[in-house]
């Protein structure tokens, strides 16, 4: 049974995406979009709408996927999206230092 919860901002990936109308990012934003990151309107700082994981100071190769699983293994959006292997391949790859 599902929990009924008012509504998250920034659950829809319309949201998401117009979040960054007018920002300038070096990642697309649709792939940050997708990722469950909007824009808060500082730089390129985004957020997650689900686990309110902040990242900025992005490289043009980053994956916003990958940084996702890198800073905030612990978010069920990432979980529900990408599954546990992913999470754990991506903490292999690159453990915290
Ligand atoms: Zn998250």
Redesign the pocket.
Known sequence: MQHSSPRVPMESFEERLNSFSGIQHPIHRERLAR???YSTGTGDRVL??????GVKDWQPEEDPWEE?AKH?P?????LAEKGQEYINSIQLQDPPR
């Open positions: 990722a469950g990151f997650c709408f689900r686990c309110g994981g996702h905030y612990g978010c069920s959006f990432l």
